[in-house]
């Protein structure tokens, strides 16, 4: 098991949009949802999750990363509202949402999918929508209570930054958290 790692391709947020997010959360505290919140040092913007990949493999990925990104320039994008997933009856996923250059994201997204399929890993089913995760749902939430934390929020946005690199995450599960570090990245 030593020479396999669990994997993932983001992008990063800049400190002072983090911090921006930071202040949501804590806001948000005072709706009291269950929720599991993400410290915000480990946010970041999910375009790929591998799973376990065999070390030997990674540089192989960044390879593949830097074939993805052609065609693809810099993406300015902002922060904007809140939301949930699946849906605000079952919510697991408490996000921020993300405003201007999603079809660039989607662009980006899909030849990742796709370049990465020829190297063995599996095209993800479900249709991408790029958002921040905030935190998790422990049980069941009060749906008053979400809808007025989601409303509350509504004209939440930060302003614009610009994604212009990539990384590949090595992802280690510890008691205290996740715990992310950079195995390679790759600029547009």
């Known amino acids: 098991m030593a020479d396999t790692m669990r994997a993932f391709i983001a992008c990063e947020f800049p400190k002072n949009i983090i911090?921006?997010?930071?202040?949501?959360?804590?806001?948000?505290?005072s709706y009291r949802l269950k929720v599991r919140w993400i410290r915000p040092?480990?946010?970041?913007?999910?375009l790929k999750f591998l799973g376990n990949i065999e070390r030997k493999?990674?540089?192989?990925?960044?390879?593949?990363?830097?074939?993805?990104?052609?065609?693809?320039?810099p993406i300015s994008i902002s922060a904007r509202g809140i939301g949930v997933f699946p849906s605000l009856k079952r919510p697991r996923v408490l996000w921020a949402g993300l405003a201007g250059g999603?079809?660039?994201l989607r662009k980006l997204h899909r030849n990742l999918e796709s370049d990465l399929e020829r190297i063995g890993f599996p095209k993800e089913n479900k249709h991408f929508k790029g958002h921040l995760t905030l935190g998790r749902f422990r049980g069941k939430a009060d749906p008053?209570?979400?809808?007025?934390?989601?409303e509350a929020f509504e004209g939440f946005k930060t302003e614009a930054f610009v994604i212009d690199?990539?990384?590949l995450f090595k992802s280690e599960?510890?008691?205290?958290?996740?715990?992310?570090?950079?195995?390679a990245q790759v600029t547009f």
Do not use: F, W
Request: charged share 20%; glycine share 8%; net charge positive.
């Open 57 to 73: 493999v990674a540089q192989r990925i960044a390879g593949t990363i830097s074939e993805s990104i052609k065609g693809c320039g």
């Open 173 to 183: 599960l510890l008691p205290a958290g996740p715990l992310y570090s950079k195995l």
């Open 19 to 29: 911090s921006a997010i930071g202040k949501v959360q804590e806001n948000l505290r």
């Open 41 to 46: 040092e480990n946010m970041h913007l999910t």
């Open 102 to 104: 999603n079809d660039a």
């Open 165 to 167: 690199h990539l990384i």
């Open 144 to 150: 008053k209570q979400l809808i007025d934390a989601i």
